[in-house]
Nanobody
């Protein structure tokens, strides 16, 4: 069983920056890794994914140009640098993983979830 443990997050003012990271309990070299988020009363939504090599990266339109995903396969970690944060970015951010390098563009594609970390952006 793969365990994903997030760290980071917190409270920041609009326009500020935060970084969330996720460490996996197994070698995730062949996994697609990424982040989803869920705001109160809303469905969990795709934020960003990165493939095994880091050569294929996708972002939701709402975060493109402000968020940057990266991974360190040697350390089994994936991180999300969030800049120019907006109040509408407030949500619980979940680390996600899918086996065998498959696409992971929707919550239903995810094989493993982290427990989530809260990101709150004040106006």
């Amino acid at each position: 069983q793969v365990q994903l443990v997030e760290s980071g997050g917190g409270l920041v003012q609009a326009g500020g920056s935060l970084r969330v990271s996720c460490t996996a309990s197994v070698n995730t070299f062949s996994y697609t890794m990424g982040w989803f988020r869920q705001a109160p009363g809303k469905e969990r939504e795709f934020v960003s994914t990165i493939n095994w090599s880091g050569g294929i990266i996708a972002y939701a339109d709402s975060v493109k140009g402000r968020f940057t995903i990266s991974r360190d396969s040697a350390k089994n970690t994936v991180s999300l640098q969030m800049d120019s944060l907006k109040p509408e970015d407030t949500a619980v951010y979940y680390c996600a993983a899918r086996r065998w390098g498959q696409d992971m563009g929707a919550a239903g594609d995810v094989d493993y979830w982290g427990q989530g970390t809260q990101v709150t952006v004040s106006a």
